[in-house]
């Protein structure tokens, strides 16, 4: 019984296995070398040399069918399995399993225990994400859970992941990559385990009513540089929903009439002053217009925009014949920030500023007014509030002031609701005003602005990549004829205080109508004489006149209108009709035409002119096009599958509405009968004219180099052929004497109302204060427009302004075209100097040095007999040549030093060409340069008298004191100077 009993217990001790308590531990990857491996550990009591361990690997709970079981013995615990085993199982999930045995009873085993699961490839995450137009991007992880490790016969090591966007429109989104990934083992971190690589996806702002959409984002992988373990492993796909966004329009156009965003009204605006167009209470974004006088009522001639950092005003207030055609400036500095954009057309009337935003501002140039557009994003939908509406979708509470208070429309001439958005002068953006942050929500667009966006085309399998990319508004690429300006415009704002667009202020303060500069500081004037010169055809320019193009409106006269409102309701329907879209928005769009026809009336019958008609045409024209662009139904697509704008709206408009002088036929005007220009804009039997010229036909050569002049054109255009003719001026004493030699020279186009004169180098003397030209310009080289007068002068000695007047100043002198200053020599005559005080255009004699002179050079008993008439000594002067020298001639006042071979000559100043080298000796040439004889001729301040000296080379007597010698007129100071020549005392009755 006993022995029976332990032949049991000895069985059973056979049969059993060792007991594992936990499964094993899968562990990795771990980079070795260029391999990476896992490990699948045991925990088992050690020390046990009868046991054993079976270890097998599993990818998705499928053996790994070419890998053998690793069977562990002794003290071993840990199995490995290396990256070649992942070879077709990327994608998979790993495992380890195991179960102990006795080495001795083999076939008694344990039971299978299966490790932890390691993923093995790579996740997008998150795998679904919904983005909005009104919205910011949102970032996506690929994640990889393997090393990408390639040996070293691989120079490269990375796998290519192409961004791929199907379903919808693959515009809708774009990427912060170059539709690209690259994963390489630099992206691996040894602490997660992982290697991840990001990207953003963010819904592009289309301004387009295409409903929400879902679309892929499909990583298309490119294994050439990669491991072959990852071969044909496919990435998974993203999800995207994209959430459409409204935008709204806003626009300001002729006298002004309000096209609100809703738009369900068109209001009147008849006041002067500086208003609040929009402004966003959640972000830093604001328009300001500013309107004066015009017709009774008010036009637009100003607006400002800020969008985040940036101001940017457009401005064409001066009202004035000749206003400089409207100008760009940066309010808020001399920096634009990324996604900034300004755009003009060529012929400078039409100007797009457009921003990372999504927001933009057109302006249209009408020469004394302009009209106004702003497009306002999703993101500020419900966040606005001004003149042009809440934009929250319902028009009921657009007429909402500052405040809250809601205003009545009266008959769309709300004025009180107008004056509750009214600015003070210190509120203004025009003025320079700046706004804090709103105390809401805060929008940044860092990203938009700094990070690289792209389009990723899955049908060439291309990136369209650039900044602010997201903006996908087809409003800003309509424009064939438009060109960036914005670095010019940001390089003019920053020398803006080295040069002056248009100063349009006097040189001096203005005190009265005519004396400018003061008399009273300023000793000498010089007064252009416009009509000194005979056979001179120069245009004046009235100074400071305004010229009005509107007649002026009183409603409390009677008036007999030259246009009735028939009149006027058949003229606005004929051009509206006849415009590009007219047809279309009437009839297929369904755009409500009426508020601009009544509109078109209302100001042609006011202003008994057409003046605001093309205005309001052009406004129609853009609410149209708002109206095709906001339709998906009315975009085609292109080859690469883009959606491409109905061509109406494109490539079929043309410029201008052809100045409604012409028709337009597929966007090119064919103009009426004497028209001409892309616009017909142009006179063909007119020249051109030239209205004035910018800086006021003045520049100061210490300021500009004065090498080119700016004009203030009409009737003109640009051609192969555009030329500028110049002819010099000479200004002397205010008289202009003009030349007869015409230089024909390059001319800049600026604009259809401005262009650029170049002139020649070698006309510009650089050693005369004050000199002019007569420029004029033509398109064709036959006709040439009238002339106008260029002033270039040296503010050293001048102060010159626009009413034809410059000012010598107080401690300066103008002496033969040339500026000195006080106390200065002569060049030429040492005895002579600059002294303001005496006479600012002439030399004045120094006395004190004339008395230090030597005698005549000449020794003789009858002191009329003189070596030279113009020459007091020989020697002992500084040499005009060379200071250091003082061995050159002494010279009587008026006369100067002659040149190398005759230095110990002087010569009567200007005529040294003529007289150096040949003396003029005393008495045979008179007593002196000036004086003929000591008497016989009659005495000025007693003509019955005839014992009074002789003058000669246009000199002057004296006087009753000194009547027996002539002096250079308006030097009185050299009577009585020469004792030596005509004695020292002075003669009486």
């Not at 059993?16 to 699948?40: K, Q």
């Not at 030209?773 to 000695?797: H, P």
């Not at 000194?962 to 308006?970: F, I, T, Y």
Request: glycine fraction near 8%.
């Amino acid at each position: 019984m006993l022995l029976r009993l332990c032949l049991l217990l000895l069985a059973h001790h056979v049969e059993s296995a060792p007991r594992m308590a936990s499964p094993p531990v899968l562990t990795g990857p771990e980079i070795i070398g260029d391999r990476f491996r896992f490990a699948c550990g045991i925990s088992f009591q050690r020390g046990i040399q009868n046991i054993a361990f079976n270890v097998t690997w599993s990818f998705d709970g499928v053996d790994i069918p070419t890998r053998p079981a690793d069977i562990l013995t002794g003290d071993q615990r840990i199995a490995f399995l290396y990256q070649e085993a992942w070879r077709g199982n990327v994608g998979k999930t790993l495992r380890c399993r195991a179960d102990a045995y006795y080495v001795t009873t083999p076939n008694v085993r344990s039971a299978i225990l299966t490790s932890n699961g390691y993923f093995g490839g790579v996740r997008v995450a998150p795998p679904v994400v919904t983005v909005r137009e009104a919205g910011g991007p949102q970032q996506i992880n690929v994640t990889s859970t393997l090393p990408v490790l390639c040996t070293g016969a691989q120079q490269r090591c990375n796998i290519h992941l192409d961004i791929d966007v199907t379903g919808g429109s693959w515009e809708d989104i774009a990427t912060a990559n170059q539709c690209l990934l690259l994963l390489t083992r630099d992206h691996w971190d040894l602490n997660t385990r992982t290697a991840t690589i990001s990207t953003t996806v963010q819904a592009t702002r289309d301004f387009v009513r295409d409903g929400n959409q879902e679309l892929h984002v499909t990583f298309i992988a490119n294994y050439i540089n990669a491991p072959d373990i990852w071969r044909g492993y496919r990435l998974p796909r993203l999800r995207v929903f994209t959430v459409d966004g409204e935008t709204r329009r806003c626009s300001a156009f002729a006298d002004p009439h309000i096209r609100t965003f809703e738009g369900r009204d068109t209001l009147h605006l008849y006041e002067v002053g500086d208003f609040v167009l929009l402004r966003s209470t959640q972000r830093q974004f604001e328009v300001n217009i500013r309107t004066n006088e015009c017709v009774g009522r008010a036009c637009v001639c100003a607006v400002a925009i800020m969008d985040g950092p940036d101001t940017i005003a457009i401005d064409v207030c001066r009202q004035r014949w000749g206003a400089p055609p409207a100008r760009v400036r940066i309010v808020s500095g001399g920096s634009l920030a990324a996604g900034t954009q300004i755009k003009r057309t060529n012929d400078g009337r039409n100007f797009m500023i457009s921003f990372a935003s999504g927001s933009w501002l057109r302006v249209q140039d009408f020469a004394t007014y302009i009209n106004v557009e702003v497009q306002v994003p999703a993101e500020d939908f419900g966040h606005v509030q001004g003149i042009c509406g809440t934009f929250d979708g319902n028009p009921d509470n657009e007429l909402r002031g500052p405040d809250g208070q809601t205003f009545e429309l009266n008959n769309n001439v709300p004025t009180l609701f107008f004056r509750s958005w009214r600015l003070r002068v210190d509120q203004s953006l025009l003025n320079g005003a700046t706004r804090s942050q709103p105390t809401r929500r805060v929008i940044r667009y860092d990203n938009v602005n700094i990070v690289t966006q792209c389009l990723c085309n899955n049908i060439t399998r291309t990136a369209d990549c650039g900044n602010n990319r997201v903006i996908q508004d087809p409003v800003r690429n309509l424009c064939r004829s438009c060109h960036d300006v914005t670095d010019r415009v940001v390089t003019r704002t920053q020398n803006a205080s080295v040069i002056d667009d248009d100063n349009d202020e006097p040189a001096v303060r203005v005190t009265g109508p005519t004396a400018v500069p003061d008399r009273p500081n300023f000793r000498t004037m010089i007064n252009f004489n416009f009509t000194a010169s005979v056979g001179i055809n120069v245009t004046i320019l009235t100074p400071g006149a305004e010229v009005n193009p509107f007649p002026r409106f009183n409603p409390n006269l009677p008036v007999q209108p030259q246009i009735t409102q028939a009149r006027a309701n058949q003229l606005c329907l004929t051009a509206i009709a006849n415009f590009t879209l007219g047809v279309r928005c009437a009839t297929i769009v369904g755009f409500d035409t009426s508020g601009f026809v009544s509109s078109c009336v209302e100001d042609m019958v006011a202003a008994q002119t057409t003046v605001f008609l093309q205005a309001s045409v052009s406004a129609l024209e853009a609410g149209c096009q708002e109206a095709i662009l906001r339709n998906i139904s009315n975009f085609g697509t292109d080859g690469q599958g883009r959606r491409l704008p109905p061509p109406e709206v494109t490539k079929n408009i043309c410029p201008n509405q052809c100045s409604l002088r012409g028709v337009c036929s597929a966007g090119t005007c064919l103009c009426d009968e004497g028209f001409t220009a892309p616009d017909c804009s142009v006179q063909v039997a007119r020249p051109p004219q030239i209205i004035r010229i910018m800086r006021n036909g003045l520049c100061n050569s210490r300021r500009r180099p004065c090498r080119i002049a700016f004009l203030i054109v009409d009737n003109f255009h640009e051609t192969p052929n555009i030329a500028c003719r110049v002819r010099d001026v000479r200004i002397d004493n205010g008289n202009l004497t003009p030349g007869n030699n015409f230089s024909i020279v390059p001319a800049d186009f600026e604009s259809s109302r401005e262009v650029g004169c170049h002139l020649p180098d070698a006309r510009v003397p650089e050693d005369r204060a004050l000199h002019g030209f007569l420029i004029s310009l033509t398109t064709n080289g036959a006709l040439f427009s009238n002339e106008v007068l260029y002033v270039v002068y040296d503010s050293r000695c001048l102060a010159c302004n626009r009413m034809g007047q410059c000012g010598i100043r107080n401690d300066t002198c103008l002496i033969e075209g040339t500026c000195r200053r006080a106390r200065e020599e002569n060049p030429r005559n040492p005895s002579e100097l600059c002294d303001p005080d005496r006479d600012q255009e002439r030399w004045t004699s120094s006395l004190s040095r004339l008395a230090a002179f030597p005698a005549p050079c000449l020794p003789t008993n009858n002191r009329f007999d003189r070596w030279d008439i113009w020459t007091s000594n020989q020697t002992g002067c500084p040499c005009f040549f060379d200071k250091n020298r003082t061995d050159c001639a002494c010279c009587e006042a008026g006369a100067c030093q002659c040149p190398d071979p005759n230095p110990n000559q002087c010569a009567l100043c200007s005529q040294e060409a003529r007289l150096c080298g040949t003396r003029q000796t005393s008495p045979e040439n008179g007593v002196d340069g000036w004086t003929l004889s000591l008497t016989g001729c009659q005495c000025a301040f007693d003509p019955s008298r005839t014992d009074c000296a002789c003058c000669q080379n246009e000199g002057c007597l004296c006087g009753l004191e000194h009547r027996n010698q002539c002096s250079p007129c308006g030097r009185p100071e050299v009577c009585g100077s020469k004792p030596d020549v005509f004695g020292g005392l002075r003669v009486h009755g």
